[in-house]
Structures are given as C-alpha cells and as structure tokens.
C-alpha cells in the first residue's frame, strides 16, 4: 500500500491551504483515514481523523479551521485548513487503516509565515 500525500507549501497567515492523500496498492475501502502532523522538537500529534462512515474527529487546535473529507471510491483523504496559523507549522502525515494495519504517506510540509 502506498499513500500519496500532497498539497503543502508556504502560506501566510490567515490563508488556506488544501492537502490531499490517495492510497494505492489495495482492493478495498481504507477504515480510519487522516492526518498527524509534527513540528520540529515535538511528537506526533493528531490532527483530523474521519471514518468510513464519515465520523470526524479533530484536535481542539484546528477545530472550526481544519475540515477532513474522502472520497471512499478512490481512497483518498483531504484537509481544507483555513485561518492557518504560524503555530500550525510542520510536516503533516497521512494515514490509512485497512484491516489491522495502518499505512503512512512520506508527509508534505506546510509553512505558515506570521
């Protein structure tokens, strides 16, 4: 299973950025999908997380800025990120969950300049 991230890039604040994830390399539809992102110095944090189902969950950081969305048919996750602050600064990572086991896109980097 591969998981294509893309979307990152240098914004300034207050500005919007969209990111997107496609999973590849499996027949069936992911569980869980979403986003973790890391600063430097600091772990991984979640950030959105959505279901099948579409059940969303998000950190208390980015809610009511942050929206995650799929597409079930292609396996893939998106993150509409508005209102970005220089805090929400660091390398985002995509996840997929299909059965037990959680695959991991390479991360994209999202700079929010003050």
């Known amino acids: 299973v591969q998981l294509q991230a893309c979307g990152g890039g240098l914004v300034q604040a207050g500005g919007s950025l969209t990111l997107s994830c496609a999973a590849s390399?499996?027949?069936?539809?992911?569980?869980?999908m979403g986003w973790y992102r890391q600063a430097p110095g600091t772990q991984r944090d979640l950030v959105a997380a959505i279901s099948t189902g579409g059940r969303t969950n998000y950190a208390d950081s980015v809610k009511g800025r942050f929206t995650i969305s799929r597409d079930n048919a292609k396996n893939t996750v998106y993150l509409q990120m508005n209102s970005l602050k220089p805090e929400d600064t660091a390398v985002y990572y995509c996840y997929a969950t299909f059965g037990r086991f959680d695959y991991w896109g390479q991360g994209t980097l999202v700079t929010v300049s003050s």
């Open positions: 390399g499996i027949i069936g539809r992911a569980n869980a």
